[in-house]
């Protein structure tokens, strides 16, 4: 009786790792899509944008007044120049005479945003919130 030698046989097996790791590789990828999916927050803020629409207006709501900011910053109200503490005046006298009455600040296009903010702002203190931003209707 012959016995097999024992180099032929003696072999340890082998564990072949790259299937194994192709299944890891596989649910990692499953793992991360699913993650970034069900985390995406979109970072905004909510903003109610002026829009254009031809609302229904108030019979009784007289014209407003209209304040020009041309492109050298200089603050015009009707054909005149005026200073930001005239301009405040007339704003109040506009605003006792008229309560139902608005304010709108058309300022010019090239103007600076930073600019444009800065007199609206001034005129938000003296007329609250009937004092608004004139936009152009395309």
Do not use: C
């Not at 299937?19 to 990828?29: A, G, K, R």
């Not at 930073?114 to 919130?129: E, P």
């Amino acid at each position: 009786m012959r016995f097999k030698s024992k180099h032929q046989g003696s072999q340890l097996p082998e564990l072949n790792l790259t299937p194994m790791m192709d299944v890891i590789m596989t649910i990692l990828t499953f793992f991360i899509v699913v993650s970034m999916t069900l985390s995406t927050n979109p970072q905004g803020v909510d903003v109610t944008l002026p829009s254009t629409d031809n609302g229904a207006t108030e019979q009784n709501t007289p014209d407003p007044l209209i304040v020009g900011l041309n492109q050298q910053g200089e603050i015009w109200l009707g054909n005149q120049p005026v200073n930001e503490a005239q301009l405040g005046e007339q704003m109040q006298s506009y605003l006792v005479q008229n309560p139902k009455g608005a304010v709108l600040l058309k300022a010019d296009q090239k103007l600076p945003y930073q600019q444009v903010v800065k007199v609206l702002g001034k005129m938000r203190d003296v007329g609250g919130d009937r004092v608004s931003l004139a936009i152009e209707k395309d």
